[in-house]
């Protein structure tokens, strides 16, 4: 049945520029879903493992200004640069991950954001290399692959689809492995994780790096989707924001993520010109959520099937 | 030299400021084990309050702090009762979340109430006073004096009162307080509007001193984490004494070495402090 | 000689808990460690499977010194055990959790999991077989697909037990296996931990239950105030004077 469902939305994803006129409609879908690929890094940290990773928009800022920065000051094409900035992110997420997972629960959550905000200042005042707070802009768009060319909303909006697409399938493929479960399995009961001869801080740090990578390649599909990029991308209020879609969403889930970023871009946009004022309804909606019903949409809808399925 | 002694007086300024913002956040801490990470927007929305006592209600500066207090200490209280309790038993990151429920909230209610750009807010203490071959404005000096008389205020409500007294039986052992019969739930509220009041004061004594935005509170947060991962998470001297100390330290390092690196000090210093020390400086072996 | 404890001793603070002791487990044996409350046996077995590491003295498994090793290392080099509060994956499938007994077994990295490569393949599909079969040796094999926390408390001392058989250990520590179980129960485990003997593994058991020790131990350690006051057959320890005044009395019932 839930495979039903993916088809199903594999299908419109695929079918989406054909069905809906304005391409401003097409941009805000595109833009949801590169929030969505970074909202996939923050549940491999967070939901599979435990770990609330209060920097990871800083690591979305390393692959979209890798990116952008290679394009725009070395002259290096897309690809290369999108992979260096992927890179980036993962050796950034080693040493990032060695120091901090030294420390635990709350302490991590503070240096993770320590770390995620220093960077966030780096950008914003590296005036020479990054532009300050003005940015980087005329981010040259991909060149064409054979006739295939990616200056249009278009093709980008297809290549942002394919980056979610791997996303989720590099998320289906851990999960449900042995080093997935076994970042499950650590989240759940460290110290018989341990037992069972797991070397938790080893694990713990593929699962950060993995969760960074996928914050670069979002950050790199941002720089390459807008053509330009800021440092307001990389701050500590951007994280917290992925954690809302996340938590609303379903963490620990597979279409948590993606669901989550939907639905609350959805209503943003149904909210019109009072968008800004979104958060006096998600603000509240995340503490009752965390308090009545910390599965969100797809974890509730999994515990309801569930019970369809299964006897 | 005398650079190093206008320097040292920033410190003192921006110190005390500092220092009343993470004394509330190491009491909660140290009475609950809970980092309130809404605490910096708590700090923001008492700079709202008291501006708007000031700019839109005209109720005068001491007045709107009252107000500020008050009514930070009324928020503090629900968010004691409404969001931190009801979690108390559930995963850390939990409380984490709600928290960041709570600052989001926050910081629309005041992009809501005032817009989102820079306000100034006036103060009527303005003037420039010399002494000693030092230059301040009032504002500043009522800042030190101010702060020291709230702290001085705090100890000897913890130390001399019986309800302080409660406090302090909690911050040591919470069920070994519940089994001598002190009500932890009156005394993890009494914390809160504490700190959140306390906040309030220090979020109007920047008056004049400095421009106040919905989104400040983020900065506030994390520095204030910073100083008490420094002094010792759950320990009130120890965020004092850490708030001076990075004010110090940014005091010089802006004038020595880069004025927009500043604010990265803070968080230059807690990723020291925890790279090396994972479990805080002066944390208690377990 | 599997195991050897060698002066033993583990300080917190200004607190004692495991004081000089030492013994040896042989191959193929079942040890008990009694002692009355407090008297360090749940210590001892922490300080063993390198929990926390101990003040002073040594411990060699198989002729190799794990005094200071980490709790992983020393669980794959094949000391698997229980804890005294039943220690499960409570989110996650019984299935799951006895996979993770088997585990350590699995050399898969990220990478296999993402490429799909043979290795990880053949390595998921090994250790499915090895939580089943670990699941069948405890008895809960029906049980597979159930949350781990919602199984009731008998089945999930099972459970415990069936990860460290999956891990397929050389030694199990097994933390008061029969605690909080009825004696009807009680009796069913004692059948089990004999065919984990029988089985080949050498276990060494930490246990208040007289009934469940003495009709099962090949010898006995006991312990008070941390420090070994008998060792022998159980006939020779309940009849040792020592012990009996540890107990009071209590020596003879279950």
């Known amino acids: 049945m839930r495979r039903v469902l993916w088809i199903l939305a594999a299908a419109v994803a695929v079918a989406l520029p054909f069905l809906v006129p304005k391409s401003f409609y097409l941009q805000i879908i595109a833009s949801a879903y590169i929030t969505a690929i970074a909202v996939y890094g923050l549940n491999v940290i967070l939901g599979y493992t435990g770990l609330l990773n209060l920097g990871h928009a800083a690591f979305f800022g390393i692959g979209a200004y890798a990116v952008a920065l290679l394009q725009t000051k070395a002259g290096w094409p897309f690809w290369p640069a999108l992979l260096a900035g992927c890179v980036a992110s993962v050796v950034l997420g080693a040493l990032v991950g060695m120091v901090s997972l030294r420390t635990r629960g709350n302490y991590f959550a503070i240096f993770t954001a320590a770390v995620g905000v220093m960077i966030a200042i780096v950008f914003t005042n590296w005036q020479d290399l990054t532009g300050g707070n003005i940015g980087i802009v005329n981010i040259p768009p991909p060149p064409p692959i054979g006739s295939l060319t990616f200056d249009g909303d278009v093709p980008k909006y297809y290549l942002v689809l394919a980056a979610l697409a791997l996303t989720i399938l590099i998320c289906v493929l851990v999960r449900n492995s042995l080093i997935g479960r076994t970042f499950v399995a650590i989240a759940d009961n460290e110290d018989l994780a341990r037992a069972t001869g797991v070397n938790v801080a080893r694990v713990r ?43 609303i969403g379903g963490i620990g889930t597979i279409a948590g993520p993606l669901v989550g970023t939907l639905v609350l871009v959805e209503i943003s946009q149904q909210l019109q010109g009072v968008e800004q004022y979104r958060f006096l309804i998600f603000g509240p909606m995340l503490v009752l959520l965390v308090r009545f019903f910390p599965l969100g949409i797809v974890g509730g809808f999994n515990r309801l099937t569930a019970r369809w399925v299964r006897p | 030299m005398h650079l190093f002694f206008q320097e040292l007086l920033n410190g003192l300024v921006v110190g005390s400021l500092y220092a009343l913002v993470a004394l509330g956040l190491a009491l909660i801490y140290g009475t609950m084990q809970v980092p309130n990470f809404a605490h910096g927007h708590l700090y923001m929305l008492g700079a709202y309050v008291a501006f708007f006592g000031v700019t839109v209600a005209h109720i005068g500066y001491w007045p709107a702090m009252l107000l500020a207090i008050v009514v930070l200490a009324l928020v503090g209280i629900l968010l004691e009762r409404l969001v931190f309790r009801p979690l108390s038993n559930a995963p850390e990151v939990n409380t984490i979340i709600a928290a960041v429920g709570v600052l989001f909230f926050l910081q629309t209610l005041a992009q809501v109430w005032f817009g989102g750009d820079y306000r100034v807010f006036p103060s009527p203490y303005d003037r420039v006073v010399h002494f000693a071959g030092l230059v301040a404005t009032q504002q500043q000096l009522i800042i030190i004096v101010a702060a020291a008389v709230l702290m001085i205020a705090l100890f000897w409500f913890l130390k001399r009162t019986l309800t302080g007294a409660t406090i302090e039986a909690v911050a040591q052992n919470r069920a070994g307080a519940a089994l001598v019969g002190i009500d932890t739930n009156r005394v993890s509220m009494m914390v809160f509007a504490i700190s959140a009041g306390l906040a309030a004061a220090a979020a109007t004594l920047i008056a004049s001193i400095s421009l106040i935005s919905p989104s400040m509170g983020f900065t506030v947060i994390l520095k204030a984490f910073a100083i008490i991962v420094l ?56 | 000689m599997l195991l050897r404890v060698r002066n033993i001793t583990k300080r917190f603070g200004g607190l004692v808990a495991v004081d000089d002791v030492s013994f040896d487990v042989p191959a193929g044996h079942i040890k008990a460690i009694i002692g009355p409350n407090g008297a360090g046996k749940s210590t001892l077995f922490n300080l063993i499977s390198g929990f926390y590491p101990s003040t002073s003295g040594s411990l060699r498994f198989e002729d190799a010194d794990i005094t200071h090793m980490p709790m992983h290392t020393i669980a794959r080099r094949g000391i698997a055990r229980t804890f005294q509060t039943t220690s499960l994956f409570k989110h996650q499938t019984v299935l799951d959790n006895a996979m993770m007994g088997y585990r350590m077994h699995a050399e898969s990295t990220l990478f296999d999991a993402l490429l799909r490569t043979p290795r990880a393949r053949r390595e998921e599909a090994e250790t499915r077989e090895a939580a089943f079969e670990a699941l069948n040796f405890a008895g809960i094999e029906p049980l597979a697909a159930r949350i781990a926390g919602s199984i009731p408390q008998e089945a999930q001392k099972r459970l415990a037990i069936a990860i460290a058989v999956a891990a397929k250990p050389k030694l199990i520590l097994l933390d008061e296996p029969v605690a909080g179980v009825t004696s009807e129960e009680t009796l069913e485990h004692a059948a089990l931990i004999r065919h984990m003997a029988r089985e080949g593994y050498t276990i060494c058991l930490v246990e208040h239950k007289m009934s469940l020790v003495m009709g099962l131990a090949d010898s006995i350690v006991v312990l008070h105030h941390g420090k070994k006051i008998a060792e022998g057959t159980p006939g020779e320890v309940s009849a040792d004077p020592a012990v009996i005044e540890a107990y009071l009395g209590a020596a003879t019932h279950a």
Do not use: R
């Open chain 1, 205 to 247: 740090l593929t699962a950060f790096m993995l969760s960074t990578f996928l914050a670069g390649l979002a950050g790199g599909m941002f720089a390459m989707y807008n053509g330009n990029l800021g440092p307001d991308q990389t701050g500590l209020d951007i994280t917290f924001e992925q954690l809302l879609y996340l938590v």
């Open chain 2, 231 to 286: 002094g010792g998470m759950g320990s009130v001297p120890g965020a004092i004494i850490g708030a001076y100390i990075l004010a110090f330290a940014e005091s010089f390092a802006g004038t020595y070495i880069s004025s927009n690196y500043q604010d990265a000090i803070a968080f230059g210093v807690l990723v020291l402090i925890l790279t090396f020390k994972p479990t805080g400086l002066f944390a208690k072996g377990t």
